[in-house]
């Protein structure tokens, strides 16, 4: 949609790293009309380059700085253990008045590492859109990609009127938009999201590891449950180990309790206990269907891509 005074909610916004969600970023603010210009950086020359060729950007710069010179809004859209450093490369030029952003899945160590680099009268307001799929890159987005999911604000005590105007850019881009503090949304996405993908890795690993069940096998038959594993475990490396790495106290708690789940259904399998196995199915049984109910089943779309990383 072309931007008009009705629709457009920041002027210039700048997007830090070009990979899945700055691209889907991207597609969703063009689809709302709700930036004039968009301004794109990412460190490689061959994502700058495809940047460029897909024209995902109406300007793709030579340096985070460049980007981020004169926006109004500054989005962080690199793995969580390079927010840092990306955030003291652009101090220096963000302008009095502009917002930083970010769209980190952990919260608490992106405050830690942004916010002592932001000069005063720049307005820090974290999020974190819980949405994505496992590719990656500058060609992996999509503009619905938030539509009908839910963004986290993550506002702390920053200037509610900047908030109110994130909020609005998320909610323009399709999302339900919630605020949370820094250490509860920690501790949430461990139980939905972070403590998951290990087990899917980890479920993934034990597979490749077992030699009484060849790979052909594995791939043959991985309807039976493991392909879903599988998708998640193709996740990006970088991204997911700067989650264990960054949101360590909150997953190391669910894993304790996962564990010790685990030994009980263990035991009861162990023990013939069917009565047990089948209450605890039950239940869990009941909070898939509340999913459903809540409408956050649908799956990412399928392109019929291959995995794009470029
Ligand atoms: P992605 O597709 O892998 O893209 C990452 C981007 O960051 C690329 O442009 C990459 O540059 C750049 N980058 C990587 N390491 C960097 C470093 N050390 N310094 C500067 N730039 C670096 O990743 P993504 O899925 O969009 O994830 C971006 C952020 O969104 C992460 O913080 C992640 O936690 C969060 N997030 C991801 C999802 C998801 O499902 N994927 C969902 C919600 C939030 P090059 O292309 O040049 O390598």
């Known amino acids: 949609m072309q931007a008009t005074p009705e629709t457009v909610i920041y002027d210039r916004v700048a997007l830090i790293g070009l990979g899945l969600i ?4 991207s597609h969703a603010i063009r689809r709302g009309g709700l930036a004039r210009e ?7 020359p061959e994502t700058r380059e495809v940047a460029r060729e897909i024209g995902l950007c109406d300007r793709v710069c030579e340096s985070a700085a460049e980007a981020a010179e004169g926006a109004d809004l500054i989005v962080l859209c690199v793995p969580v253990g390079a927010m840092g450093p990306v955030a003291a490369e652009i101090a220096p030029v963000l302008k009095p008045g502009a917002t930083v952003s970010d769209v980190g899945s952990v919260k608490r160590a992106v405050i830690d590492a942004v916010g002592p680099h932001l000069p005063a009268g720049v307005h820090f307001v ?3 859109p819980l949405a994505g799929t496992e590719y990656s890159g500058p ?8 539509d009908n999911r839910w963004c986290i604000l993550v506002p702390g005590d920053a200037d509610p009127a900047a908030v109110a105007k994130l909020r609005a850019l998320w909610e323009g881009m399709g999302s339900n938009v919630d605020t949370m503090d820094a250490d509860h949304h920690d501790l949430v996405l461990a139980v939905v999201s972070h403590t998951p993908h290990l087990i899917a890795y980890t479920m993934v690993g034990v597979a490749d590891h077992l030699r009484r069940v060849s790979n052909s096998e594995v791939i043959k ?25 960054t949101n360590k106290d909150a997953t190391l708690d ?3 309790r996962f564990t010790e789940e685990l030994f009980v259904l263990q035991r009861a399998i162990r023990m013939g206990d069917g009565d047990l ?17 809540a ?10 891509r291959a995995p794009v990383k470029v």
């Open 126 to 128: 974290p999020a974190h």
């Open 22 to 25: 700055a691209s889907s970023m």
């Open 295 to 304: 409408g956050q089943d649908t799956a990412a779309p399928d392109f019929g």
């Open 38 to 44: 968009i301004a794109g950086y990412a460190r490689s």
């Open 277 to 293: 196995l089948h209450d605890y199915f039950t239940r869990t049984r009941a909070i898939r269907r509340g999913i459903i109910e």
């Open 254 to 256: 669910i894993l304790g």
């Open 139 to 146: 060609r992996s987005g999509f503009a619905t990609l938030f």
């Open 221 to 245: 038959y991985s309807a039976s449950g493991f392909r879903d594993f599988t998708r998640i475990a193709a996740s990006d490396p970088t991204m997911w180990r700067d989650v264990f790495l």
